[in-house]
């Protein structure tokens, strides 16, 4: 895991970083050149986009929140990459009123596509950013994860409420308007013109295991990254991940 993004935060996002930055790697290697322009659509802080512009590249995040933003421009002149970052306040439905299309080597979709109200405009807007060959990077909420969590908290009629429901929600309390299956993300993905590279489960344990464990057990934070990393890619695990990835490409 790279030291860039903070270790407690890394039991979220360290198999998606990994993925992210092997990606990031590809295309300039492709390309020809060393600075990316990268978007990051609904990408809050700056979880991601500081880190990516650590790496080099040039990063634009879209985001609804003018809060967020504004701790987004404090943490990337924290970081240095001050340059590198710009800030725009939208949202991914209205994506090319803030952005260009075909202007991105890769955009970043983490944790949007749950709130929109239309999940394949969002896609399309996503992937329509792109240049042809980019990379795209989309993370959603995995409907196994949370049938999963709800029934180990002893609340199995809403676990079964998620099972059946047409949007994943277990009940009106909610927080998550929408979660996907695997098929359901690459389904989305593979009709707006991208090819499936890779499918990651996120969050396959952490979420499941006791913090006090994690942080107080001698190494047990590290074993418990070495062994996300271990089932991401293995599809038995994606119907019980609390997020799931998508990596793919741009048609040309």
Known sequence: MSDQLRPRASLRTAVVWE???DALERRVKATGREALDVLDTGGGTGNFAV???RLGHRVTVVDPSPN????LERRADEAGVADRVRGVQGDILGLFEVVDRAGYDAVLCHGVLEYVDDPAEGVRNAVDALRPSGALSLLGAGLGGAVLARALAGHFAEARQAL??????WGAGDPVPRRFTADQLTGLVDAAGVEVGAVHGVRVFADLVPGVLVDTEPGAMEE???LEAAVAELPA??????????LGEKRA
């Open 51 to 53: 880190p990516v512009a």
């Open 68 to 71: 967020a933003l504004f701790a």
């Open 224 to 226: 418990l990254l070495r």
């Open 19 to 21: 993925v992210l930055k």
């Open 164 to 169: 059946t429901d047409p949007d994943g929600r």
């Open 237 to 246: 695990f994606h119907s019980v991940a609390t997020q799931l990835h998508v």
